[in-house]
T-cell receptor, first 112, second 115 residues
Framework: SQQGEEDPQALSIQEGENATMNCSYK?????LQWYRQNSGRGLVHLIL?????REKHSGRLRVTLDTSKKSSSLLITASRAADTASYFC????????????FGRGTSLIVHP | EAGVVQSPRYKIIEKKQPVAFWCNPI?????LYWYLQNLGQGPELLIR????????DSQLPKDRFSAERLKGVDSTLKIQPAELGDSAVYLC?????????????FGQGTRLTVV
């Protein structure tokens, strides 16, 4: 079963624009993680945000978390063609086993 | 530092044949996962190991799938017999374990095609 739901399913932008992807989930979480997947490098961890955090930054990435709305967003600023990939959110529930549970992903295409 | 290593990268087999996938996690990582990823979907957990113990295997179809992690390091995932619907990418991941706030590191995956 998939816990997170990314939105939109697909996003197409021009190089230099910002890209925003959203993730909604259903159960209480310990943390939420964002991953990127492309054919060249497989699935790569981008950033982790804990349930008591509201915002984190890493380079051109900005992640927000709203636990009251059970949602998170990933913002990629000044996008590059190399950012073309699928982006997944993965949640780790607050109770039970530590298992990153993935959504279906957002497919991002950045046109040069 | 070497990442998670999986082999083979690609495998094509006929239905009803057996197949095995191998994973070598990052050194020192106690937790190992096997995920299955269908085209256009996110990874779905098959089994999780803490050292050599399988602690989450409720999603593993035990009638045809089996896994082992001898000595708590390398792991193998086996399908016998394979069915057409098993065509997917099989991903192995590892993490430090013991702390829920650690990320998982993934291998490149094995793309299985059952014909």
């Amino acid at each position: 079963s998939q816990q997170g739901e990314e939105d939109p399913q697909a996003l197409s932008i021009q190089e230099g624009e910002n890209a925003t992807m959203n993730c909604s989930y259903k159960t209480s979480i310990n943390n939420l993680q964002w991953y990127r997947q492309n054919s060249g490098r497989g699935l790569v961890h981008l950033i982790l945000i804990r349930s008591n955090e509201r915002e984190k930054h890493s380079g051109r990435l900005r992640v927000t978390l709203d636990t009251s709305k059970k949602s998170s967003s990933l913002l990629i600023t000044a996008s590059r063609a190399a950012d073309t990939a699928s982006y997944f959110c993965a949640t780790v529930s607050s109770g039970g086993s530590y298992i990153p549970t993935f959504g279906r992903g957002t497919s991002l295409i950045v046109h040069p | 530092e070497a990442g998670v290593v999986q082999s083979p990268r690609y495998k094509i087999i006929e239905k009803k044949q057996p197949v095995a996938f191998w994973c070598n996690p990052i050194s020192g990582h106690n937790t190992l996962y096997w995920y299955l990823q269908n085209l256009g979907q996110g990874p779905e957990l098959l089994i999780r190991y803490e050292n050599e113990e399988a602690v989450d295997d409720s999603q593993l179809p035990k009638d045809r799938f089996s896994a082992e992690r001898l000595k708590g390091v390398d792991s193998t995932l086996k399908i016998q017999p394979a069915e057409l619907g098993d065509s997917a990418v099989y991903l192995c991941a590892s993490s430090l374990g013991g702390d829920r706030a650690t990320e998982a590191f993934f291998g490149q995956g094995t793309r299985l095609t059952v014909v």
